[in-house]
């Protein structure tokens, strides 16, 4: 199966250090919600960028591993990088959709318009530009 993605925030530069995606079965059939899916590279915890003891217990967790699954909701996932392109990110996120059991063949850019109020965040989203 082929997945729709789009960035919830606008791409700036050549590598981040951490994303929100969202993505959707390409199948028109498909109604339901959109899944919200946050990838952070281990550049985004030095202990510059935070709490030295939570980075220590994601690297000790992590092991010899390239990533590890938020195993809470399932929806966030720490990549062994220290950042990645568009293009590395794309690698991971067809990882994570395997390593939560889904079939992929191809991700395809999907439009906002596709996603508009598909996922918690972009009703959020909708809500703040509508009281603007």
């Known amino acids: ?7 919830a925030h606008k791409w700036s530069c050549e590598r981040h ?3 929100d995606i969202w993505l959707l ?9 959109s899944i919200w899916l946050t990838i952070s ?13 939570y980075t220590q217990k994601v690297l000790e967790e992590m092991g010899n591993n390239l990533f590890l699954i938020d195993q809470k909701d399932n929806t966030e996932m720490i990549v062994n990088v220290l950042d990645f392109t568009k293009e590395e990110l794309l690698i991971w996120v067809k990882v994570w959709l395997k390593e939560m059991g889904f079939v992929v063949m191809d991700l395809i850019e999907g439009t906002r318009e596709e996603f508009n109020g598909r996922n918690q965040q ?10 603007l």
């Open 41 to 53: 590279a281990i550049g985004y915890i030095t202990p510059e960028m935070a709490d030295w003891d």
């Open 122 to 131: 972009s009703r959020t989203l909708n809500i703040l530009r509508d009281s």
């Open 25 to 33: 079965p390409d199948d028109l059939k498909y109604k339901g919600d």
């Open 17 to 19: 250090t951490w994303e």
């Open 1 to 7: 199966m082929n997945w729709k993605y789009f960035f």
